[in-house]
T-cell receptor, first 113, second 112 residues
Framework: DAKTTQPNSMESNEEEPVHLPCNHSTISGTDYIHWYRQLPSQGPEYVIHGLTSNVNNRMASLAIAEDRKSSTLILHRATLRDAAVYYC??????????????FGSGTQLTVLP | KAGVTQTPRYLIKTRGQQVTLSCSPISGHRSVSWYQQTPGQGLQFLFEYFSETQRNKGNFPGRFSGRQFSNSRSEMNVSTLELGDSALYLCASMPGSVETQYFGPGTRLLVL
């Protein structure tokens, strides 16, 4: 799987938007961009994924650059519960591809009250 | 639906012993993957099982093994435990055709 680069840590104030960046300059045309997060003492949790177009769900939005070499996970109003490590992962989705997730070191998000 | 469950949640073993961890996937999910998480190496893929067959394996020694039963429940076994095997072991299940993985809370193993 292609490599992703994320900042080690970020801080945000509660109830403010958070933009978590991810660089993936070696992304291929078949790579989907996935985001997972891991809250303290829990297993990772799926957040969102996309291929080319921006995506929204109840948890977050994913903004993908036109050249797909970077993306941004947007939490519209951070809460204390959003404090977690956020992982940006590239995955090929095909019937013959390996299905494991290759985790990097992620971004530790701290939300300040 | 109930989520992924893992038992036991915590385990203490000594070097040289072996350990078996259990994972029950979400009902209807046929794929189970195992990951090891340590402070130094982060989250690393161990293996994936689908319909009782190992479909993929990570770069771990043969002391790490697993299996899946006909009801999709999975077990992983680590023989001849080493101190470096102390980690959080996570299980994730997937329906089989959708790429979202659903993780359990993990089993925290401490090897003394």
């Amino acid at each position: 799987d292609a490599k992703t680069t994320q900042p080690n840590s970020m801080e945000s104030n509660e109830e403010e938007p958070v933009h978590l960046p991810c660089n993936h300059s070696t992304i291929s045309g078949t790579d989907y961009i996935h985001w997972y997060r891991q809250l303290p003492s829990q297993g990772p949790e799926y957040v969102i994924h996309g291929l080319t177009s921006n995506v929204n769900n109840r948890m977050a939005s994913l903004a993908i650059a036109e050249d797909r070499k970077s993306s941004t996970l947007i939490l519209h109003r951070a809460t204390l519960r959003d404090a977690a490590v956020y992982y940006c992962i590239l995955r090929v989705i095909s019937s013959g591809s390996a299905r494991q997730l290759t985790f990097g070191s992620g971004t530790q998000l701290t939300v300040l009250p | 639906k109930a989520g992924v469950t893992q038992t036991p949640r915590y385990l203490i073993k000594t070097r040289g012993q072996q350990v078996t961890l259990s994972c029950s996937p979400i009902s209807g999910h046929r794929s189970v993957s195992w990951y090891q998480q340590t402070p130094g190496q982060g989250l690393q893929f161990l293996f994936e099982y689908f319909s009782e067959t190992q479909r993929n394996k990570g770069n771990f020694p043969g002391r790490f093994s697993g299996r899946q039963f006909s009801n999709s429940r999975s077990e992983m076994n680590v023989s001849t435990l080493e101190l470096g095997d102390s980690a959080l072991y996570l299980c994730a299940s997937m329906p089989g055709s959708v790429e979202t993985q659903y993780f359990g809370p993990g089993t925290r193993l401490l090897v003394l």
